[in-house]
């Protein structure tokens, strides 16, 4: 009996010691996801060279974001993120570089946890699809 016990405190302390220091490495990651994947379809206002990110005024988008329809939103890009213009032949990888204010996107990806607050991580951005209509 005496050695069961040991054994399971001597293992909880074992566990104790792995986990601890795991949480407390929170901090380095910018984006840690949360899970909720997002779609819209809006209007590009503006764009951060700096940060790589784009803002746009959602004009319709899924369950996630249905709340922000109307309302500007800062999206995240990273190295991950696909960029694509699309035409009826199909679709070409462009660069962040290649959206100018005024396009007509669609985007999806996922909801990330940043600091204490909610953003939104880009997976795949496109313009000229058949989906950016505004209607």
Same mark, same amino acid.
């Given at each position: ?40 379809? #809006?209007?590009? @206002?503006?764009?951060?060279? +700096?940060?790589?990110?784009?803002? /746009?005024?959602?004009?319709? $988008? &899924?369950? %996630? ?24 032949? #199909?679709?070409? @990888?462009?660069?962040?570089? +290649?959206?100018?204010?005024?396009? /007509?996107?669609?985007?999806? $990806? &996922?909801? %990330? ?23």
């Amino acid at each position: 009996m005496k050695r069961t016990i040991s054994v399971m405190l001597l293992t909880a302390a074992l566990l104790a010691a792995l986990v601890i220091p795991a949480a407390a490495e929170g901090g380095k990651v910018r984006y840690r996801w949360l899970g909720a994947r997002f779609s819209l379809v #809006g209007e590009i @206002t503006a764009l951060d060279v +700096d940060t790589s990110t784009l803002t /746009v005024q959602v004009n319709r $988008g &899924n369950q %996630v974001v249905k709340s922000l329809i109307g309302t500007e939103l800062a999206i995240a890009t990273n190295s991950k993120t696909r960029f694509l213009q699309c035409d009826p032949a #199909g679709c070409l @990888t462009i660069a962040f570089s +290649d959206l100018d204010i005024g396009d /007509v996107v669609s985007i999806s $990806g &996922n909801t %990330v946890l940043e600091g204490d607050s909610t953003s939104y991580l880009a997976s795949r951005v496109s313009i000229d699809c058949p989906s950016c209509s505004l209607q």
